[in-house]
């Protein structure tokens, strides 16, 4: 079992950057293929980005797309989401889990992120 957390969440103006972390712990992390999702108010779970346990491939909602990236330090058992250029649609709660055969688990709490007009 994996244990996430999430931080780096926060009020920023369009146009803004912010970096999300997800701190995992409890088994070997760089075996794990890893996701950010996110959900807005009244919406459904979606999609953002995916990447390999060793970083070299990476997929990305097309709403984000060139806006932000998702990378991973193995060796801090991190994960990170860049955020840039961004909008108040991208306003939610963003999470991070583990993928987990065709499906993700391990979801950690959640990280607030709130993009002002």
């Known amino acids: 079992q994996v244990q996430l957390v999430e931080s780096g969440g926060g009020l920023v103006q369009a146009g803004g950057s912010l970096r999300l972390s997800c701190a995992a712990s409890g088994r070997t992390f760089s075996s794990l293929h890893m996701g950010w999702f996110r959900q807005a108010p009244g919406k459904e779970r979606e999609f953002v980005a995916a990447?390999?346990?060793?970083?070299?491939?990476?997929y990305y909602a097309d709403s984000v797309k060139g806006r932000f990236t998702i990378s991973r330090d193995n060796a801090k058992n991190t994960l990170y989401l860049q955020m840039n250029s961004l909008k108040p649609e991208d306003t939610a709660v963003y999470y991070c889990?583990?993928?987990?055969?065709?499906?993700?688990?391990?979801w950690g709490q959640g990280t607030q992120v709130t993009v002002s007009s």
């Open positions: 990447i390999s346990g060793s970083g070299s491939s990476t």
């Open positions: 889990a583990v993928r987990v055969g065709l499906a993700y688990d391990n």
